[in-house]
């Protein structure tokens, strides 16, 4: 189960010296983050996930994996299963699979201009509604410049967040911010948010106290360059000790990669079952 929690640079001159304020780089990278976010909509991709329950005592008793192919469905993402447990789906599994499919293609095939319309509107309220808090990431913490270290090849920036005292924001869950901290990793050369290591350091409640995910629980995140123009995740990794409602209790870590990036092209054609029969 995921939980998905979530989300540059200004030279200052002084006295003929030049000082890097890490408030400044973030408040960049943030506004950066945001338009990255906008062309990263346009990319399919195959997400692979493992997911390992563990007992009171640590030991694993459950391991479970999946593969999905992220497609762009007339303007919204659908996640295909392709994979259960390392192996491709294969007879009934892939059949059923590829009619469901076909009959949400069916479906929006039949959707008037009006309606059609009127979905992705919803559709892109509620992707902004869940980014939000990512905007209030430079009002929630105290940054510190730890040095400079390598993602993925290129230079970025090293910066210590630990939460602001006092801070209070109006944007829904932004305020869940103020119980995680850790180190975040910024692109010198373009600004963009490329990695975060962050951990909670309080119990954090969701839908009053339908979730909750304890002390100590850990988020891991790296991003990856594509087609030299957009940032796409490359790994997701959480370390949790969750309960949800009042009585399941959930430990273990997810562990979750993506690859076969491509950008979506509006010719592109989703190939039925029945199509692949002929």
Request: proline share 3%.
């Given at each position: ?18 000082t890097l304020d ?216 959480v370390t949790l ?38």
């Open positions: 189960m995921l939980f998905a929690l979530l989300g540059p640079l200004t030279l200052l001159s002084t006295a003929g010296a030049q890490p408030h400044q780089i973030m408040k960049r990278a943030v506004s950066h983050d945001q338009s990255n976010w906008e062309k990263s909509k346009n990319y399919t991709y195959i997400s692979r996930a493992t997911v390992r329950e563990k007992d009171s005592k640590g030991n694993i008793r459950k391991t479970e994996q999946e593969a999905h192919e992220v497609l762009i469905l007339f303007g919204q993402s659908y996640e295909k299963l392709i994979e259960k447990d390392g192996k491709q789906l294969t007879g009934d599994k892939l059949r059923k699979e590829q009619e469901k499919l076909d009959k949400l293609v069916a479906k929006r095939q039949k959707e008037s201009e009006a309606e059609r319309n009127k979905r992705l509107a919803g559709h892109e309220k509620d992707r902004r509604r869940q980014r939000e808090f990512a905007q209030e990431i430079p009002n929630a913490y105290n940054f510190r410049l730890l040095g400079e270290e390598a993602v993925g090849g290129r230079p970025a920036w090293m910066i210590e967040a630990t939460p602001r005292e006092g801070f209070h924001s109006s944007v829904p869950r932004a305020n869940i911010l103020k119980k995680f901290r850790g180190r975040l990793w910024v692109d010198k050369s373009e600004y963009q948010l490329v990695r975060i290591d962050a951990e909670a350091i309080d119990t954090v409640s969701f839908g009053l106290v339908l979730a909750r995910i304890g002390k100590g629980t850990k988020f891991f995140l790296e991003q990856t360059r594509v087609n030299d123009e957009v940032w796409m995740p490359k790994t997701v990794q000790d969750a309960r949800l409602g009042l009585i399941k209790k959930l430990q273990g870590d997810v562990d979750v990669r993506f690859d076969s990036f491509r950008k979506f092209q509006s010719e592109s054609k989703i190939v039925s079952t029945a199509e692949t029969q002929q």
